[in-house]
T-cell receptor, first 113, second 110 residues
């Protein structure tokens, strides 16, 4: 039982490059989330998926897209990376949206140069 | 949307002393209030949570209190130990999503 697994762990991109962060959970959770973590800013919600087949914008969605591929997988895509997207990204999942424990992946440290 | 404020941003205590972290929120419909601990370089992990129908919850050295009327809740850590040093996040849950506070860096000085 791996919990929430996200890849890659580290990534360096050049400005304008694209990439997809992958996330998968094996806990049969309905809801999945993508957060970014910046110093002094806490965890800010980028996008979330309350259930399979639905996605919604969070607090800071600009520059990102997501796909809820199936119940297990939720990917985050940066179409044209910018230095402002340098951050640590966390995927998380929870059994029910909004009011149950969130389980986090190990994080992806992304640097855009 | 929900607005969560967390104070203080940094907190230093002597080992054995108590630490208190406070959060306020804006949406009176919110009904779930978890606290997460994040050690350096690690992922956030839940340490305690409380729901809106409960005023206080305790688990060994940690406790959370909730005042729904005033829309604030607090984390209390007693008899602090060096391994309590970490960043603590409050969060507020409601319909569909959870909003996090900006975090408190707790340093326990041996």
């Amino acid at each position: 039982n791996a919990g929430v697994t996200q890849t890659p762990k580290f990534q360096v991109l050049k400005t304008g490059q694209s990439m997809t962060l992958q996330c998968a959970q094996d806990m049969n959770h309905n809801s999945m989330y993508w957060y970014r973590q910046d110093p002094g800013m806490g965890l800010r919600l980028i996008y979330y998926s309350a259930s399979e087949g639905t996605t919604d914008k969070g607090e800071v969605p600009n520059g990102y897209n997501v796909s809820r591929l199936n119940k297990r997988e939720f990917s985050l895509r940066l179409e044209s990376a910018a230095p402002s997207q340098t951050s640590v990204y966390f995927c998380a999942s929870s059994k029910v949206e909004g009011n149950t424990e969130a389980f986090f992946g190990q994080g992806t440290r992304l640097t855009v140069v | 949307g929900e607005n969560v404020e967390q104070h203080p941003s940094t907190l230093s205590v002597q080992e054995g002393d108590s630490a208190v972290i406070k959060c306020t929120y804006s949406d009176s419909a919110s009904n779930y209030f978890p606290w997460y601990k994040q050690e350096l370089g690690k992922r956030p992990q839940l340490i305690i949570d409380i729901r809106s129908n409960v005023g206080e919850k305790k688990d060994q050295r940690i406790a959370v209190t909730l005042n729904k009327t005033a829309k604030h809740f607090s984390l209390h850590i007693t008899e602090t130990q060096p391994e309590d040093s970490a960043v603590y996040f409050c969060a507020v849950g409601g319909y569909q999503k959870v909003t996090f506070g900006t975090g408190t860096k707790l340093q326990v000085i041996p």
